[in-house]
């Protein structure tokens, strides 16, 4: 079974405030994929990593993938509440059908 | 990005009724699609994996005479709740998978709110 373990939990900040997501496994994954989810609505594909070593850049939001491709973080320039929701790391490994999920970071930028 | 629909969005309906949701890949076809089950402030719960054209593989502890599931075409795919109870109530969420050259996405449909009075 391949577990992601997703840190932190939770996370309330002020806007302007820098933050850190980071999702760990001890499995290898052929990709890993970032979703924001707001409430009431279905998770939205953020971005997919798939280079160990990766670092892509969405605006404000930069996404790396660990050289051995077990891990992966997220950080988050100057946060705005717009930025506000659950943030969900995905692992995708081709022997498997379905996405491996963390448990998710729940964030909440105020103003 | 592949766009996926769910309808309805929300249902509110009678203990012991059954309720169906439908999913559908709008701009492409998806030979596998799944069901997830999603409590408040939670990450998604994988129900079952739904294959086009044969029978669904269900996680473990999901009652599959309970939440039957149907992939008739490569675009649609549907959940029913059987006689449905108050604990059946939460937000269900369905994703289809794409397959590209170098890796594999899963779109997310927006979520059908399942409230059971």
């Known amino acids: 079974t391949q577990l992601l373990e997703q840190s932190p939990q939770f996370l309330s900040i002020q806007e302007g405030e820098n933050l850190t997501v980071y999702c760990n496994s001890s499995s290898v994954f052929s990709s890993l994929q970032w979703y924001r989810q707001e409430p009431g609505e279905g998770p939205v594909l953020l971005v997919t990593?798939?280079?160990?070593?990766e670092v892509k850049k969405l605006k404000r939001l930069t996404f790396q993938f660990g050289d051995a491709r077990k891990d992966s973080s997220l950080h988050i320039t100057a946060a705005q509440p717009g930025d506000t929701g659950l943030y969900l790391c995905?692992?995708?490994?081709?022997?498997?059908?379905?996405?491996?999920f963390g448990k998710g970071t729940m964030l909440l930028v105020s103003p | 990005g592949a766009v996926v629909s769910q309808h309805p969005s929300w249902v509110i309906c009678k203990s012991g009724t059954s309720v169906k949701i439908e999913c559908r890949s709008l701009d492409f076809q998806a030979t596998t699609m799944f069901w997830y089950r999603q409590f408040p402030k939670q990450s998604l719960m994988l129900m079952a994996t739904s294959n086009e054209g044969s029978k669904a593989t269900y996680e473990q502890g999901v009652e599959k005479d309970k939440f039957l599931i149907n992939h008739a075409s490569l675009t649609l795919s549907t959940l029913t709740v059987t006689s449905a109870h108050p604990e059946d109530s939460s937000f269900y969420i369905c994703?289809?998978?794409?397959?590209?050259?170098?890796?594999?996405?899963?779109?997310f449909g927006p979520g059908t709110r399942l409230t059971v009075l």
């Open positions: 994703s289809a998978r794409t397959f590209g050259p170098t890796t594999d996405t899963q779109y």
């Open positions: 995905a692992g995708d490994n081709s022997g498997y059908s379905t996405l491996t």
């Open positions: 990593v798939v280079t160990g070593g």
